[in-house]
């Protein structure tokens, strides 16, 4: 069963699909263990929280691909993960996230300066220049050294913020007849427009809705978003946004009080034992 059929059974297994994102091997072995059946990796995560730096396109298809085979060199969860506007060359794209053991990618309209799709600013390729896109992403499941033809490409629009409702959903229909086995319709702010998303692209074709905090959607619920035809919820960054709370809170704490006392009658602290359960790790096994 290759990386790309698991996604796809994971999608079929829940309604919805919840995608949490993951900064790195370790957090995506807890999400596993926890229960999750499908991980993903966010450009915008894999910027800021490994690489200390901001989501606007400098990252290179080794950074994803190298953080992509880390993840699931150790993880069986399948991952989704993105591509930004695919580095200039789709189908070669497609063709390294296979070989690193992503089950599918999402690849975007915006321009190659991308920026955060919940970031104002934005601009989008033409209609015509996103389907070639998506047609070389396509070449990739089975042109490459590995191939996958259950490796989903999910074609993600901005062009709510560039061009209105109707010509998001109009684009969207042209990115399914082009080979999109998926959508990512990003940013939209009112759950009937999920609905009528659906209503365009027919019951087959998964759709993607991304409930990052602080964007410009409302907190939507995986029930309500279900009940509008979503297929899968994203929660892009919001495991490292909790770290990065948690993590302030405790620097503040130890430089205040001196110790790490607190953290650990408060359980915060974990002991060693159960960090080695995550990776599996036994020092007293023989093997």
């Given at each position: ?92 794209c497609v ?69 209105g409702f ?36 027919g019951p ?84």
């Amino acid at each position: 069963m290759t990386a790309g059929s698991k996604f796809k059974q994971a999608i079929r297994n829940n309604k919805p699909l919840q995608l949490l994102g993951v900064l790195n091997p370790y957090m995506a072995l807890q999400l596993q263990k926890s229960g999750f059946d499908a991980a993903y990796l966010s450009g915008g995560g894999l910027a800021c929280f490994t690489h200390g730096i901001p989501d606007v396109g400098v990252l290179t298809m080794t950074d994803f691909t190298d953080a992509i085979y880390k993840i699931t060199r150790v993880c069986n969860t399948p991952l989704l993960a993105d591509c930004d506007t695919g580095f200039g060359n789709p189908e070669k794209c497609v063709q390294e996230y296979i070989k690193a053991g992503a089950a599918g990618l999402h690849i975007e309209d915006q321009t190659e300066d991308k920026r955060c799709g919940h970031l104002d600013g934005k601009s989008t390729v033409s209609t015509a220049e996103m389907v070639e896109r998506i047609k070389q992403a396509v070449k990739g499941k089975t042109s490459g050294e590995i191939k996958d033809d259950d490796f989903m490409i999910m074609a993600r629009t901005d062009a709510l913020a560039t061009e209105g409702f109707n010509a998001a959903v109009s684009r969207i229909v042209s990115y399914v007849e082009a080979g999109a086995d998926a959508v990512f319709a990003e940013a939209m702010p009112d759950l009937e427009q999920y609905k009528r998303i659906r209503e365009a692209i027919g019951p087959d074709v998964p759709l993607l809705a991304n409930v990052t905090e602080y964007g410009k959607i409302d907190l939507f619920t995986s029930h309500e978003l279900a009940e509008q035809g979503v297929d899968i919820v994203l929660y892009p960054v919001s495991l490292a946004r909790g770290m990065h709370g948690v993590l302030e809170n405790w620097l503040t704490e130890i430089k205040d009080t001196g110790t790490t006392q607190g953290m650990v009658d408060r359980g915060e602290l974990r002991p060693r034992s159960e960090y080695n359960a995550v990776i599996d790790y036994d020092p007293d096994r023989d093997d």
